[in-house]
């Protein structure tokens, strides 16, 4: 087997990644690729010398410790962006890594890639946090299909069900089961590739990057989530929430946004740790710092549901167009539509927005509704804020304990069996009914200064080639961002 990391992930202009392989392979070739409308080297290293690296038996909380095989200085031409870090060994074998490039200059719009979430997700060399784990090190490879998958519009979770056998069976052999629920290439990518398209000038940074350093949005009009951004910590949303309030744009172009709170440890917080339903052994737990224990943001415990930053919560909304779940239109039925971010889009009250692409599937947010006048509004009941606009709902449901997944673990406890337990005070009948028939919600609403717009769902990335998500995305980033094309 051939394998790779680096550490960090993230650097600026002449800073040094340290890239790890391990590989009983003699020697390889390095590429470094940046990806964006169009994949380009940047630079590439030839003669590398590999050897097998132990894997220590904690691998997954510990991370691999390899040795460095060697030092990869950002060059000052090197663009900002995602850069995958291929590895070919001279027997042809490849694995991938990937770094970050961040900007030597902050320019309008920033796109945080949800690299905490990638780290849950983790089941390289031990377990993830859906497999037993509680502690994640980012120290360590990524498996197969995170980082690059083809079709990923194809092997994406909404389109499980319409896989034939022999295609899932093909491409679940070469490519992790969990590089459908998280991963650069299924939403990141694709939004990468149309900011790109459009002339949307994007600045990029990770998960840690945003925990670890206050300032980091100050420079910025536009923040944006993309895909599945699941696993937030404390810090994370204590700066996005902060700048809102002092006049930021948050775009949550995502869904399951923020579901999870989990803490960086360990040196240079590459440990990712989240105890999600084991809670209870949680070493904060009982103490003053209780309210940093890592499970649900909307628990009890926390005391500051995700809704309170992106107007929605996965406890509200569930899963769509997936197995034990409403598969609906595939989109959104918009209920505002002459609302700015509509413009330019020709829309009734009742219309679909995205439902050949299917834009509503897979892990959606939601809210708590009610009718006035033949219409949704939130109620403001879970911590979304009362000036919170309904643009656009779809049915949405969370899986009991018997609704799970396959390849999930015979200790996995459903979603809305847990929700009726915490936040409704008992797993029953009455409390499942509530939980259970969701609703993603698309919307917005103002903070302070500034503004927040939530698509509640996942795969919005996936309806950009429609031209109508596409306008109506231009619309909701257009006002704050810089879009190159247009000065020209």
Same mark, same amino acid.
């Given at each position: 087997?051939?394998?790779?990391?680096?550490?960090?992930?993230?650097?600026?202009?002449?800073?040094?990644?340290?890239?790890?392989?391990?590989?009983?392979?003699?020697?390889?070739?390095?590429?470094?690729?940046?990806?964006?409308?169009?994949?380009?080297?940047?630079?590439?290293?030839?003669?590398?010398?590999?050897?097998?690296?132990?894997?220590?038996?904690?691998?997954?909380?510990?991370?691999?410790?390899?040795?460095?095989?060697?030092?990869?200085?950002?060059?000052?031409?090197?663009?900002?962006?995602?850069?995958?870090?291929?590895?070919?060994?001279?027997?042809?074998?490849?694995?991938?890594?990937?770094?970050?490039?961040?900007?030597?200059?902050?320019?309008?719009?920033?796109?945080?890639?949800?690299?905490?979430?990638?780290?849950?997700?983790?089941?390289?060399?031990?377990?993830?946090?859906?497999?037993?784990?509680?502690?994640?090190?980012?120290?360590?490879?990524?498996?197969?299909?995170?980082?690059?998958?083809?079709?990923?519009?194809?092997?994406?979770?909404?389109?499980?069900?319409?896989?034939?056998?022999?295609?899932?069976?093909?491409?679940?052999?070469?490519?992790?089961?969990?590089?459908?629920?998280?991963?650069?290439?299924?939403?990141?990518?694709?939004?990468?590739?149309?900011?790109?398209?459009?002339?949307?000038?994007?600045?990029?940074?990770?998960?840690?990057?945003?925990?670890?350093?206050?300032?980091?949005?100050?420079?910025?009009?536009?923040?944006?989530?993309?895909?599945?951004?699941?696993?937030?910590?404390?810090?994370?949303?204590?700066?996005?929430?902060?700048?809102?309030?002092?006049?930021?744009?948050?775009?949550?172009?995502?869904?399951?946004?923020?579901?999870?709170?989990?803490?960086?440890?360990?040196?240079?917080?590459?440990?990712?740790? @989240?105890?999600?339903?084991?809670?209870?052994?949680?070493? $904060?737990? +009982? #103490?003053?710092?209780? !309210?940093?224990?890592? /499970?649900?943001?909307?628990?009890?415990?926390?005391?500051?549901?995700?809704?309170?930053?992106?107007?929605?919560?996965?406890?509200?909304?569930?899963?769509?167009?997936?197995?034990?779940?409403?598969?609906?239109?595939?989109?959104?039925?918009?209920?505002?539509?002459?609302?700015?971010?509509?413009?330019?889009?020709?829309?009734?009250?009742?219309?679909?927005?995205?439902?050949?692409?299917?834009?509503?599937?897979?892990?959606?947010?939601?809210?708590?509704?009610?009718?006035?006048?033949?219409?949704?509004?939130?109620? @403001?009941?879970?911590?979304?804020?009362?000036?919170?606009? $309904?643009? +656009? #709902?779809?049915?949405? !449901?969370?899986?009991? /304990?018997?609704?799970?997944?396959?390849?999930?673990?015979?200790?996995?406890?459903?979603?809305?069996?847990?929700?009726?337990?915490?936040?409704?005070?008992?797993?029953?009948?009455?409390?499942?009914?509530?939980?259970?028939?969701?609703?993603?919600?698309?919307?917005?609403?103002?903070?302070?200064?500034?503004?927040?717009?939530?698509?509640?769902?996942?795969?919005?990335?996936?309806?950009?080639?429609?031209?109508?998500?596409?306008?109506?995305?231009?619309?909701?980033?257009?006002?704050?961002?810089?879009?190159?094309?247009?000065?020209?």
């Amino acid at each position: 087997m051939l394998d790779a990391y680096c550490w960090p992930q993230s650097g600026q202009a002449g800073d040094r990644i340290g890239l790890s392989i391990s590989g009983d392979v003699g020697s390889c070739t390095i590429e470094i690729l940046r990806v964006g409308e169009q994949v380009k080297t940047v630079q590439t290293i030839g003669d590398v010398a590999v050897d097998i690296q132990p894997v220590p038996d904690d691998v997954a909380e510990a991370g691999c410790g390899w040795d460095t095989s060697v030092q990869v200085v950002i060059d000052d031409n090197w663009q900002t962006g995602f850069h995958l870090v291929r590895v070919t060994a001279t027997n042809g074998e490849t694995c991938d890594a990937f770094l970050v490039v961040r900007p030597s200059t902050p320019g309008d719009t920033l796109l945080v890639l949800s690299t905490s979430t990638w780290a849950a997700y983790n089941d390289w060399g031990g377990p993830s946090f859906y497999t037993g784990g509680h502690r994640s090190s980012q120290q360590r490879p990524l498996p197969q299909g995170f980082l690059d998958k083809p079709r990923p519009e194809y092997f994406r979770m909404a389109s499980y069900l319409d896989m034939s056998r022999d295609d899932r069976r093909g491409h679940f052999a070469d490519y992790s089961l969990w590089s459908s629920a998280a991963g650069f290439a299924n939403w990141e990518r694709l939004f990468v590739e149309w900011a790109e398209r459009e002339g949307l000038a994007l600045d990029y940074a990770t998960s840690l990057d945003l925990a670890q350093e206050p300032e980091l949005l100050d420079s910025y009009s536009t923040y944006i989530s993309v895909g599945h951004d699941e696993y937030w910590s404390a810090a994370m949303r204590d700066h996005v929430e902060g700048w809102v309030e002092r006049g930021g744009h948050a775009v949550f172009l995502s869904g399951n946004t923020a579901f999870w709170q989990v803490r960086f440890e360990g040196a240079d917080d590459h440990q990712v740790v @989240g105890y999600k339903l084991d809670f209870a052994l949680d070493p $904060v737990v +009982g #103490t003053d710092q209780e !309210h940093t224990v890592s /499970t649900m943001w909307s628990d009890p415990l926390t005391g500051r549901p995700e809704s309170e930053m992106t107007g929605v919560t996965f406890t509200r909304g569930g899963y769509a167009h997936v197995r034990h779940a409403p598969r609906g239109t595939g989109g959104y039925t918009v209920w505002q539509p002459d609302h700015p971010f509509f413009e330019g889009v020709d829309l009734i009250a009742g219309d679909v927005l995205g439902g050949d692409p299917v834009i509503v599937g897979y892990e959606c947010d939601g809210c708590e509704l009610a009718l006035v006048d033949g219409r949704p509004v939130a109620t @403001g009941e879970g911590g979304t804020p009362d000036n919170f606009i $309904v643009l +656009g #709902t779809a049915p949405a !449901h969370l899986w009991a /304990t018997e609704e799970g997944a396959p390849g999930l673990p015979d200790t996995y406890v459903g979603e809305l069996n847990w929700v009726a337990e915490r936040l409704g005070g008992a797993d029953t009948p009455e409390n499942r009914s509530k939980y259970g028939s969701g609703r993603a919600v698309m919307g917005c609403f103002e903070r302070g200064a500034g503004s927040v717009f939530t698509a509640g769902c996942t795969d919005w990335a996936y309806g950009l080639v429609d031209e109508r998500v596409s306008q109506v995305t231009r619309n909701i980033i257009g006002k704050h961002a810089v879009f190159t094309a247009d000065d020209d």
